[in-house]
């Protein structure tokens, strides 16, 4: 489903030139959960945004679902995104100035589906993470286990083929961290769908079919 | 995608809230501005009405010891033919000194039957129309013939004729003046005899007669192409020498109209100096209002990116975030702006507000889209990880 080849991260300033992902090759097969592991600042989150096509390799490719993504246009990637990844966030990244709803409806809007079929679909996926009864809420309204959720509903709406999660239960407790990586077993399992994962927690990554690990910007298993 | 935005900016309206007021007091602004400007600027595409090139005004007193009406006029007629017998005059007109572009002014009301206007009244003589060249539009000048009869005769401009008259014929109706019946013999074109941007006025013309002569105060000298400085001294020379003890001078009509006009031009440049300055001060704010957005909504721009907006989806939501403000502000602007041309305030026509409306509108909306292009162009070239990680 996911396919790196020799990818190579380097940050440049006017005097340092740092090199965040030193030639990573990785496939992720279609309905894998893979989770990916290593101190901080080793490259994993680098990893997963070039991934989610969220940041460009300086060097290497990337294919998805057999497509190579290198040529695509600004916009092309924008369709890409929107069509076959779901993102899923440490800080949930929800909007505060919009309602769960509108916010779990984000996704949509950038295709062409009606203001209807959006409200169906947002309101489906709530239903789905057990959010049913906070459709009308803020996100400061909510607690972090519930702005996960939020954050897993507006990830699925699009019925993605890929998930990527950075670290999405790295600002819960345990309790609620295990009920979010419920959901994601469960979205795996029964959907189907591929679920990249970065986290710091071993446990969590126990519960995934495959642990990569990073060091300093090299895959070391 | 209208929708969402209308959401995003009714849950933020706290904070849109000054946003929305600086562009309606931009808008209110702009309104006066170009209300001014369309009623100069239409005021001065209107006709004259009138000639004034080679037109000179002499401005002096009676001598001074002769009271007596018969002498004064005696002394005007003599005076008068002075002046035409000299080869490059063509025509000489007495007149009160309200003559074009002076700085004097009589107005008062005058009414016809149950309808009373304030109109300017001038008191002429015979020539006035062919020193001028008005244009009659129905009618006569008056002339001699119109000595010693009952009523005194007057000409009216087409405008003070359509007020007393509407579209029935004026010729030979009267007009009440300070207790007088004046008879209207004529109708000439409207005309701009206070300066090319002043808007039209009530014009009511009297002849001058032996029992005015004491309104006389200045003489307008239409010259020939040949006439020169050389012959302004001698006009000067030969005058002074006819009046006596009296101060004259002498100026030409295409300098008073100058004078006159930079009175209405120089506050309104003053005006635009100042509006322009505020205006600056609104682009300015406005930018760093959406500049210091788009850093406060970095987040939200990476995670659009994330979620399926491009670069150009994201400018794009910028801008029309910002011409929805525009809009609701400018909603509230009309609603006071309309009042003017309903409630038909400062006497001035309906379209000259309409158009100014227009004017401003679209003068906002273009500021808008100026100071929020960058700003959206910026945030499109965001990358979505950096925006993202910067939140």
């Known amino acids: 489903m996911i396919r790196l080849q020799n990818i190579e991260k380097v940050y440049r300033t006017e005097t340092v030139e740092t090199l965040a992902l030193n030639s990573i090759s990785l496939d992720v097969p279609k309905g894998e959960f893979l989770s990916i592991m290593g101190p901080s600042g080793c490259g994993k989150s680098t990893l997963l945004n070039i991934m989610g096509l969220l940041d460009a390799p300086s060097k290497g490719g990337i294919q998805i679902d057999a497509q190579a993504t290198g040529n695509l246009s600004d916009k092309q990637l924008a369709q890409f995104r929107n069509q076959k990844i779901g993102f899923i966030f440490q800080s949930y990244h929800l909007i505060n100035d919009l309602k769960v709803l509108d916010n779990v409806e984000l996704p949509l809007l950038y295709r062409s589906s009606t203001a209807k079929e959006r409200k169906q679909l947002a309101t489906e996926v709530l239903e789905k993470v057990g959010l049913s009864n906070r459709v009308k809420h803020f996100p400061t309204q909510l607690s972090g286990g519930q702005k996960q959720r939020v954050a897993i509903a507006r990830a699925i709406v699009g019925r993605p083929e890929i998930i990527l999660a950075d670290e999405p239960t790295g600002n819960l407790d345990s309790a609620m961290g295990n009920e979010i990586m419920e959901i994601l077993i469960n979205l795996n399992r029964q959907e189907g769908t591929t679920i990249v994962m970065v986290t710091h927690d071993e446990q969590m990554a126990r519960k995934t079919h495959r642990l990569v690990r990073l060091f300093d910007g090299s895959q070391v298993q | ?391």
């Open chain 2, 1 to 391: 995608m209208l929708t969402h935005l209308f959401k995003l900016i009714w849950n933020k309206k706290k904070q849109n809230f000054l946003l929305i007021m600086e562009m309606l007091v931009s808008f209110l602004v702009m309104f006066a501005v170009f209300t001014l400007i369309v009623y100069y600027y239409q005021n001065y595409t209107r006709p004259r009405g009138f000639e004034f090139e080679k037109v000179w005004a002499v401005n002096y007193q009676s001598p001074q010891g002769m009271s007596d009406k018969d002498s004064i006029a005696a002394f005007n007629q003599s005076l008068k033919q002075l002046i035409k017998s000299m080869p490059q005059v063509e025509n000489v007109s007495f007149a009160a000194s309200n003559i074009p572009f002076s700085m004097s002014t009589h107005n008062t009301n005058v009414s016809h039957e149950k309808i009373s206007e304030m109109a300017h009244i001038y008191a002429v003589d015979d020539e006035h129309k062919d020193v001028l060249n008005f244009n009659l539009r129905s009618g006569r000048w008056f002339s001699r013939a119109d000595q010693g009869s009952r009523e005194t005769a007057a000409v009216i401009n087409a405008d003070l004729a359509q007020k007393f008259f509407g579209n029935g014929q004026p010729i030979g109706k009267t007009i009440d003046f300070e207790g007088k019946k004046l008879k209207v013999t004529g109708v000439i074109d409207d005309i701009k005899d206070k300066g090319d941007y002043q808007g039209p006025d009530n014009n009511l013309f009297i002849r001058i007669d032996t029992s005015n002569q004491a309104w006389i105060g200045a003489i307008l000298v239409k010259v020939k192409p040949t006439a020169d400085a050389a012959f302004e001294s001698r006009l000067f020379k030969s005058l002074s020498n006819v009046i006596r003890n009296s101060s004259i001078e002498i100026e030409h009509l295409a300098d008073k109209r100058v004078t006159k006009n930079n009175l209405t031009l120089v506050p309104m440049i003053i005006l635009l100096v100042v509006a322009g300055f505020l205006i600056i001060n609104v682009a300015l704010g406005l930018f760093g209002v959406l500049w210091y957005n788009i850093s406060k909504r970095k987040g939200e721009i990476g995670l659009r990116r994330a979620v399926g907006a491009s670069g150009g989806s994201v400018s794009k939501q910028l801008v029309t975030e910002a011409l929805i403000l525009s809009t609701l502000s400018l909603i509230i602007g009309l609603f006071f702006a309309v009042q003017f041309p309903l409630m038909n305030v400062f006497d001035l026509a309906a379209d000259t507000y309409y158009i100014a409306i227009a004017c401003a509108v679209a003068f906002i909306y273009l500021l808008v889209i100026i100071c929020s292009l960058y700003p959206g162009r910026q945030a499109a070239s965001i990358y979505p990880a950096v925006a993202l990680h910067e939140e």
